[in-house]
């Protein structure tokens, strides 16, 4: 079976930076994918990781270790906006790229 | 590049009632998938299209879902004798497979409510 786990929700001030983890067990590994979804919208695309090591996009950026199944989102410089789910999601070779999604961290942003 | 689209956006049905709903990808995206989304939880893969061919399809597709992708454009996904559980975001998404690099691009959904 895939498994893919993040944390529920987390909390954070604007302004200040948050690390959203996401551990995975998956067949067939050929990316891991970071998506921020606004309540009652579609999912938007922020970053993906095939290789090892840090992407850097803006005031986002996301870690990947393949050995350890293991990558986390970093967003810094919060803002109110940032506020939402970020969904962490595995794409399998097989099975045409499907992404494997969690079940998504809601991110608060207090002021 | 107009992005995904999605219609209906709202859809309210009874128990029974048969639904369609339509997918128009980004142009030039020969690959095209759903996803089902339900409260509180990421979405779920349902079935994939490489132009018209549709590949894939996941156990949680039921013989009362039916999608096709006639001309390798659009798509549409129908569901028949709609129950409760089919309540649910329906999702689309469409990528230009391209290797490493290949992205998928969701559209804005379609909300299904089954009364």
């Known amino acids: 079976g895939q498994n893919i786990d993040q944390p529920t929700e987390m909390t954070a001030t604007e302004g200040a930076i948050v690390q959203i983890n996401c551990t995975y067990q998956?067949?067939?590994?050929?990316?891991l994918f970071w998506y921020q979804q606004h309540a009652g919208e579609a999912p938007t695309f922020l970053s993906y990781n095939v290789l090892d090591g840090l992407e850097e996009k803006g005031r986002f950026s996301s870690f990947l270790s393949r050995s350890k199944g293991y990558s986390y989102l970093l967003l810094k410089e919060l803002q109110m906006k940032d506020s939402a789910s970020y969904l962490c999601a595995v794409r399998l070779l097989e099975y045409g790229n499907k992404l494997v999604f969690g079940a998504g961290t809601i991110l608060r942003v207090k002021s | 590049d107009t992005g995904v689209s999605q219609d209906p956006r709202h859809k309210i049905t009874k128990r029974g009632q048969n639904v369609t709903f339509r997918c128009d990808p980004i142009s030039e995206h020969n690959r095209l998938y759903w996803y089902r989304q339900t409260l509180g939880q990421g979405p779920e893969f349902l079935t994939y299209f490489q132009n018209e061919a549709q590949l894939e399809k996941s156990r949680l597709l039921s013989d009362r879902f039916s999608a096709e992708r006639p001309k390798g454009s659009f798509s549409t996904l129908e569901i028949q004798r709609t129950e409760q559980g089919d309540s649910a975001m329906y999702l689309c998404a469409s990528s230009f497979g391209q290797g490493a690099g290949e992205t998928q691009y969701f559209g804005p959904g379609t909300r299904l409510l089954v009364l």
């Open positions: 998956t067949s067939g590994f050929n990316g």
